[in-house]
């Protein structure tokens, strides 16, 4: 199992940037498409952002053009660069990870979340 560490979150004013990062337990080459959700208080997990392993990726539409998913399969990490942030943008945010075992079964992983903040 790929354990996920989400990092980066905090208290940022709107129109201000964050950049968050997701550290794995292993090496992410093997990780078939890393995302970002959020969750609201009192709303639904949403996907923010997703890219795969061949670094195609894909954007919810409320974040087009204001946040960058980024991974390096050489090391670890996988970034969410933040900007324009605005307070609806307010979640906590987390790491997911899909990828397959050795036997071909299909696998996910989920970090534990990082608390963003955007004040008006």
């Known amino acids: 199992q790929v354990q996920l560490v989400e990092s980066g979150g905090g208290l940022v004013q709107a129109g201000g940037s964050l950049r968050l990062s997701c550290a794995a337990s292993r090496s992410i080459f093997s990780i078939s498409i890393m995302s970002w959700y959020r969750q609201a208080p009192g709303k639904q997990r949403e996907l923010v952002a997703a890219?795969?392993?061949?670094?195609?990726?894909n954007y919810a539409d409320f974040v087009k053009g204001r946040f960058t998913i980024s991974r390096d399969n050489a090391k670890n990490p996988v970034y969410l660069q933040m900007n324009s942030l605005k307070p609806e943008d307010t979640a906590v945010y987390y790491c997911h990870a899909l990828y397959y075992s050795d036997l071909g079964a299909r696998l996910v992983s989920w970090g534990q979340g990082t608390q963003v903040t955007v004040s008006s």
């Open positions: 890219i795969t392993s061949g670094g195609s990726t």
